[in-house]
């Protein structure tokens, strides 16, 4: 069965420093992921995905994601982190069976200034 | 294009009531998809519909249902409400079912069930 872990509840990062959120995953066959993130009180935002091609993945907002596919992770980053990219995070795979999105529990990201 | 919107986006109910969640997908989107967001539980997938036909379904009891109509727009209808199913319910669209199209979120209806 797939299933997707964000191995940290919570990361904190001062403002202007790089940031990192975590997601492995476990799938049979191609994975297609991607991140959401949600403010308070707000639905989900797309930020980027990986289908097939270029590990390296550029998104909204100045974010990227590297897939790797030895390591079975899809890490989120930024170079230089905002106040505002303050949120909750979700990493998720789609099920390979249909298209439902199979979502990790979440990250929160707090950025200090 | 306008997102999707969901109405009503708060709503309260007492146990045992039936409540009907509605979803405007975003324009030209055919594929219509329901999750339900809770502390304990994370976000979950309910049900999924394209072309008026439900194409997939999660693990949630027969008292979840939902349907699409001609233009896309769907509905979700919870019956016989239990005090666990105070949950913040997700809409998203997307152009088709297939598997590498991106599914975009609605604001959600916050429902609390007394």
């Known amino acids: 069965a797939q299933s997707v872990a964000q191995p940290e509840d919570q990361v904190n990062v001062a403002e202007g420093n790089p940031l990192t959120v975590k997601c492995t995953y476990s799938?049979?066959?191609?994975?297609?992921l991607f991140w959401y993130v949600q403010y308070p009180n707000r639905g989900l935002q797309f930020l980027l995905k990986?289908?097939?091609?270029?590990?390296l993945v550029k998104g909204s907002y100045g974010f990227e994601a590297e897939f790797n596919k030895s390591q079975t992770s899809f890490h989120l980053k930024k170079p230089s982190a905002l106040v505002s990219d303050s949120a909750l995070y979700f990493c998720?795979?789609?099920?390979?069976?249909?298209?439902?999105?199979?979502f990790g529990k979440g990250t929160t990201l707090s950025v200090s200034s | 294009k306008a997102g999707v919107t969901q109405t009503p986006r708060y709503l309260i109910k007492t146990r045992g009531q039936q409540v009907t969640l509605s979803c405007s997908p975003i324009?030209?989107?055919?594929?219509v998809s329901w999750y339900q967001q809770t502390p304990g539980q994370g976000l979950q997938f309910l049900f999924e519909?394209?072309?008026?036909?439900?194409?997939n379904k999660g693990n949630f009891p027969g008292r979840f249902s939902g349907r699409q109509f001609s233009n896309s727009r769907s509905e979700m209808n919870v019956s016989t409400l239990e005090l666990g199913d105070s949950a913040l319910y997700l809409c998203?669209?997307?152009?088709?079912?297939?598997?590498?199209?991106?599914?975009?979120f609605g604001p959600g209806t916050r429902l609390l069930v007394l």
């Open positions: 998203a669209s997307s152009l088709s079912d297939r598997q590498q199209e991106t599914q975009y």
């Open positions: 799938v049979s066959g191609n994975p297609y």
């Open positions: 990986y289908i097939t091609g270029d590990n």
């Open positions: 998720a795979v789609r099920d390979q069976a249909g298209t439902a999105l199979i």
């Open positions: 324009s030209g989107h055919r594929s």
């Open positions: 519909y394209f072309s008026e036909t439900q194409r």
